[in-house]
């Protein structure tokens, strides 16, 4: 059985940092691209960062670049985000996004729907 829990998520003051969490199991850790990304009520899904198998390549999307950072540990089978100076336009349900590819990562990393395993979500809120 698949889970995909995010955590780390909160209520904090512009400038602050939080770092979210993403704990995969029932998959080979080892095997998966994966992603964040982000939802408010009304919009569409929106891309954040995404990282390859071995961790080497990350991407970033304009809005957070320089102020996120993504990584993974595959011995503890976690993904992070780190968020620092986050600010209001930040607020929004982030999520964890998998899937097991036998490239680096997912052929367009960007499109959500390209990641089969979902997270249920964890809520950053950023108040200015």
């Known amino acids: 059985q698949v889970q995909v829990v995010e955590s780390g998520g909160g209520l904090v003051q512009a400038g602050v940092s939080l770092r979210l969490s993403c704990a995969i199991s029932?998959?080979?850790?080892?095997?998966?691209?994966m992603a964040w990304f982000r939802q408010t009520p009304g919009e569409e899904r929106e891309w954040v960062s995404c990282?390859?198998?071995?961790?080497?390549?990350?991407l970033y999307a304009d809005s957070v670049k320089g102020r996120f950072t993504i990584s993974r540990d595959n011995a503890e089978n976690t993904l992070y985000l780190q968020m620092n100076n986050l600010k209001a336009e930040d607020t929004a349900m982030y999520y964890c996004?998998?899937?097991?590819?036998?490239?680096?990562?997912?052929?367009?990393?960007?499109?959500?729907?390209?990641?089969?395993?979902w997270g249920q979500g964890t809520q950053v809120t950023v108040s200015s």
């Open positions: 029932g998959l080979r850790f080892d095997d998966l691209a």
């Open positions: 996004a998998a899937d097991p590819c036998s490239m680096g990562w997912v052929p367009s990393p960007l499109d959500f729907k390209e990641y089969r395993y």
């Open positions: 990282i390859g198998r071995s961790g080497a390549r990350t």
